[in-house]
T-cell receptor
Framework: EPEVTQTPSHQVTQMGQEVILRCVPISNHLYFYWYRQILGQKVEFLVSFYNNEISEKSEIFDDQFSVERPDGSNFTLKIRSTKLEDSAMYFC???????????FGPGTRLTVT | GQNIDQPTEMTATEGAIVQINCTYQTSGFNGLFWYQQHAGEAPTFLSYNVLDGLEEKGRFSSFLSRSKGYSYLLLKELQMKDSASYLCAWSSGNTPLVFGKGTRLSVIA
């Protein structure tokens, strides 16, 4: 069964450093999402992406964040200058155009020290 | 505003039935989702209700009442592996999922 993959599984970085989280969505999916989950809290939406542009973003997704689909398979989330409060699990999700079901990747645990 | 409420924790016995309730207040509602999340893992899709009524899928069923802003997830013949968080979420079609805080279910012997 096709699945969303994410790399790395765990990233440790120092405050102020840039990180790039990578995702490979399911191949025939056209809608892509990033969510995050701070430990012990709910899953929160960051950004959605469709047709090579951001379709929606939340208040969390400020100027420190950016997304890119550099080729036909990868979907990346960049945090330009990480803060302690960016420590969280980051989930990528994708959805087919004919379905409302979002498939989540296994997540990247980001730890900012 | 948008709000989703579900109980924080529940405990049930192996082999029993448990019902996890969810209430929501929102505009532009399209569908109600239930996801399962084991600790440290990604949410996995369980069910989606867009019309009122009960959707049954094996041991899991989900119910929706749009007029009451109410849904529940029913788990039958509970197994130890069902111990997880159950996330209620809504969407208005192409918009992203809005999740509740989740209900942590503990299944005991």
């Amino acid at each position: 069964e096709p699945e969303v993959t994410q790399t790395p599984s765990h990233q440790v970085t120092q405050m102020g450093q840039e990180v790039i989280l990578r995702c490979v969505p399911i191949s025939n999916h056209l809608y892509f999402y990033w969510y995050r989950q701070i430990l012990g809290q709910k899953v929160e939406f960051l950004v959605s992406f469709y047709n090579n542009e951001i379709s929606e973003k939340s208040e969390i997704f400020d100027d420190q964040f950016s997304v890119e689909r550099p080729d036909g398979s990868n979907f990346t989330l960049k945090i330009r200058s990480t803060k302690l409060e960016d420590s969280a699990m980051y989930f990528c999700a994708s959805r087919a155009p004919s379905s409302y079901e979002q498939y989540f990747g296994p997540g990247t645990r980001l730890t900012v020290t | 505003g948008q709000n989703i409420d579900q109980p924080t924790e529940m405990t049930a016995t192996e082999g029993a039935i448990v019902q996890i309730n969810c209430t929501y207040q929102t505009s532009g509602f399209n569908g109600l989702f239930w996801y399962q999340q084991h600790a440290g893992e990604a949410p996995t899709f369980l069910s989606y209700n867009v019309l009122d009524g009960l959707e049954e899928k094996g041991r899991f069923s989900s119910f929706l009442s749009r007029s009451k802003g109410y849904s529940y997830l029913l788990l039958k013949e509970l197994q130890m592996k069902d111990s997880a968080s159950y996330l209620c979420a809504w969407s208005s079609g192409n918009t992203p999922l809005v999740f509740g805080k989740g209900t942590r279910l503990s299944v005991i012997a």
